[in-house]
C-alpha cells in the first residue's frame, strides 16, 4: 500500500508540474521588437527613391512631349500615325500578294501531294522553305523599293505619299511582267470604266494585284501537273504489278510511296524544283 500511494503522489507531482513548465516557457518568450519591420524600411526607401527619379526625370520627359503646333497638325499627325500603323499591320498580306510567294508554296503544296504524304515536310517546313526562296526571287524588287522610296523616306527627304508612290513602282513592274492578259482583260471587263484592253503598265493596282495573283494560281497549277506526272506513273504501275499478282487487298498508294521516295530522292528532286522555281522569274 505504501509503494502505490508513492507512485500516485508521484504521478499528482508531475501533472502538477506541466502547467508551470508551459507557463516558464512563455515567460520564457523573447517579445518582439516595438520598431517597424525591416520590410516596411525597405518600402519607405523605395518609395522615397521612386519619387526623387520622377523628379528627376521630369525635365527631360517634358523636353520629349509631341510640339502641339497650331493650325490643327495634332489631328494630321494622328490620321497619319493611324494610317501607319493599318499598313504595317498589313504588311504580311501585301507581301503575299505582290511577290512570288503564292506560286512557290502552291508548287510545294503540290509537290508534297504527289508524292502521297500529307503531313510531311509539314506545313511550317513549306512556308519557311518558300518564303526563303520568295526573298532569294525577290532580292532585286526590294533592294530597288529600299533604295527608291523608304531610304529617302526615313532620311526625310521624300514625304510619304511619294516615297510610297516609288516604292510601288518595282513592285509594278514585276507584277506587270508576269501578269496574264486574259485575267487582266476579264478582270477590268467586270470594272465599269476602264477599258478592256488596258495594259499592265496602266492598270492601277487595285485590278494589277488581283490579275497578278489569279495568273500566278494559274501558273503554279500548269506546273503542279507537270510534277504530278511521273509520280502518277509510278501508282499506275505499281497498282497494274499487284493486279497481276493477285493482291488486289493491298493498297497501292502504301507500295508505291517508298518507290516514289527512292525516285524522288535519286532524282535530287528538291534541288531541281527549287532550281525551277528561281530560274522561272529569271
Not at 52 to 59: D, E, I, K, Q
Not at 103 to 119: A, E, P, Y
Not at 149 to 177: S, Y
Given at each position: 500500500m505504501s509503494a ?44 522615397w527613391a521612386a ?197 488486289m487487298m493491298v ?32
Amino acid at each position: 500500500m505504501s509503494a502505490r500511494r508513492a507512485l500516485r503522489s508521484a504521478a499528482a507531482a508531475g501533472q502538477g508540474d506541466r502547467p508551470v513548465r508551459r507557463c516558464s516557457r512563455r515567460r520564457g518568450r523573447v517579445p518582439l521588437s516595438s520598431g517597424p519591420a525591416p520590410w516596411r524600411r525597405l518600402a519607405r526607401l523605395g518609395g522615397w527613391a521612386a519619387l526623387t527619379l520622377l523628379v528627376l526625370a521630369a525635365p527631360a520627359a517634358a523636353q520629349q512631349g509631341i510640339p502641339l503646333d497650331p493650325g490643327g497638325s495634332l489631328a494630321a499627325r494622328s490620321v497619319q500615325l493611324l494610317l501607319l500603323v493599318t499598313v504595317l499591320s498589313l504588311v504580311p498580306g501585301l507581301a503575299v500578294m505582290v511577290t512570288c510567294f503564292p506560286f512557290v508554296v502552291t508548287v510545294l503544296s503540290i509537290l508534297r501531294q504527289g508524292l502521297g504524304l500529307q503531313q510531311a515536310p509539314p506545313n511550317m517546313l513549306l512556308v519557311s522553305l518558300a518564303l526563303f526562296l520568295t526573298w532569294f526571287i525577290m532580292e532585286p524588287t526590294l533592294s530597288a523599293a529600299w533604295e527608291a522610296g523608304v531610304r529617302p523616306f526615313i532620311d526625310g527627304t521624300l514625304p510619304l505619299e511619294t516615297a510610297f508612290a516609288r516604292a510601288v513602282e518595282p513592285f509594278r513592274a514585276f507584277m506587270a511582267a508576269r501578269v496574264d492578259g486574259d485575267s487582266l482583260a476579264g478582270l477590268a471587263a467586270l470594272r465599269p470604266g476602264l477599258d478592256p484592253a488596258i495594259t499592265p503598265d496602266q492598270a492601277p493596282l487595285s485590278l494589277l494585284v488581283p490579275s497578278f495573283l489569279l495568273s500566278e494560281m494559274e501558273r503554279a497549277f500548269q506546273v503542279g501537273f507537270l510534277i504530278f506526272l511521273p509520280f502518277l506513273i509510278i501508282d499506275l504501275v505499281v497498282a497494274a504489278v499487284l493486279m497481276s499478282m493477285g493482291m488486289m487487298m493491298v493498297p497501292p498508294a502504301i507500295v508505291a510511296l517508298p518507290f516514289k521516295l527512292a525516285f524522288f530522292v535519286v532524282a535530287d528532286g528538291w534541288t531541281l524544283v527549287a532550281e525551277s522555281l528561281v530560274r522561272s522569274y529569271g
